[in-house]
């Protein structure tokens, strides 16, 4: 049996600061709990540390993928 935990599952939210260009603002935590469309807001709104605006967007991506997406 292997003993090793496995790492937290983490998501990585990203801030548009311009055209095609984004800006991590932040590493929260998965909420395994929550349907991944709510997970995913509750994750921007703990990286900015209050609700978006209107105006704002964000990608919210699993670090694994945005290794991937960063590492292109």
């Known amino acids: ?3 090793q935990a496995r ?10 600061v311009g055209a095609d ?9 998965r ?3 929550l349907p991944a ?3 995913r807001a ?3 709104e703990e ?7 209107g105006d704002e ?5 699993p670090r694994s993928e945005w290794r991937l997406a960063h590492d292109w």
């Not at 998501?11 to 548009?16: F, G, M, N, P, T």
């Not at 260009?21 to 935590?29: A, F, K, L, S």
Request: proline share 12%; hydrophobic share 40%.
């Open 7 to 16: 790492p937290p599952q983490v998501y990585v939210v990203l801030r548009e």
């Open 21 to 29: 260009t984004w800006q991590v603002i932040g590493e929260v935590p």
């Open 47 to 53: 990286a900015l540390g209050r609700l978006p605006t």
């Open 57 to 61: 967007r964000f990608a919210v991506l």
């Open 42 to 44: 509750k994750a921007i």
């Open 1 to 3: 049996m292997d003993t």
């Open 31 to 33: 909420h395994p709990g």
């Open 37 to 39: 469309r709510r997970s």
